[in-house]
């Protein structure tokens, strides 16, 4: 148990739909990261957050949106899906940046009919 | 980040040592060299990192090379358990890092019953 909580786990809804992930960090990481794993791609890299400022952003659609609130757990917001928006959605957390050791969480299951 | 080279796939004997190689002949010299697993649609999980010293844990041996243009990976006593996608990933020192890690395709080592 990496100690990075995401929910839900599994994720079912329709194209043009809008859904949200949580995730928890560890106790103490200050840095989210979101990541994405469909079939045909590797692990893409999305966004981090840092102490709830945006640091850096990856391969992320307009469509997606994310966010660190105060309590630092994060929500990654995805509307107006697609089929091809199907995958598995993870969280990572680490204490800082640089060089910091990030953990992941077991990710969300998303699925869009 | 500099970019790696691992094998797509290996396969190992159960009980034997797993020798993982990863070639990242442009590294520079802020950057450590991580690696992660995945095991099936699992968050991948961090195994062991290192800047230029070998290094080991309670999974795994990190062997860099001097000239730091190649390490080996070592899971010294390989169960069923440990077959997965293997990451050899290479991070910069502070100041960077924000991007997180980037993923590469990794080697898929099948430990054989």
């Known amino acids: 148990d990496s100690g990075v909580t995401q929910t839900p786990k599994h994720l079912i809804t329709a194209t043009g739909q809008r859904v949200t992930l949580r995730c928890s960090p560890r106790?103490?990481?200050?840095?989210v990261y979101w990541y994405q794993q469909s079939l045909d791609q590797g692990l893409q890299f999305l966004i981090h957050y840092y102490n709830g400022e945006e640091r850096a952003k990856g391969n992320i659609l307009e469509r997606f949106s994310a966010q660190q609130f105060p309590d630092l757990h994060s929500e990654l917001n995805l509307s107006s899906l697609e089929l091809g928006d199907s995958a598995l959605y993870f969280c990572?957390?680490?204490?800082?940046?640089?060089?910091?050791?990030?953990?992941f969480g077991e990710g969300s299951w998303l699925t869009v009919v | 980040d500099a970019k790696t080279t691992q094998p797509t796939s290996m396969d190992c004997a159960e009980g034997r040592a797993a020798n993982l190689p990863c070639n990242h002949s442009?590294?520079?010299?802020?950057?450590?060299v991580y690696w992660y697993r995945q095991i099936h649609s699992q968050g991948p999980q961090y195994i062991i990192h290192?800047?230029?010293n070998n290094e080991t844990n309670e999974m795994a041996s990190l062997i860099i090379t001097e000239d730091r243009k190649s390490s080996t990976l070592i899971l010294p006593h390989a169960t069923l358990r440990d077959t997965a996608v293997y990451y050899c990933i290479v991070r910069a020192y502070s100041g960077g890092g924000a991007d997180g890690l980037t993923f590469g395709k990794g080697t898929h080592l099948i430990i054989q019953p």
């Open positions: 442009t590294i520079s010299g802020n950057e450590y």
């Open positions: 990572a957390s680490s204490v800082a940046i640089g060089t910091n050791t990030i953990y």
């Open positions: 290192g800047l230029k």
């Open positions: 106790s103490g990481d200050l840095s």
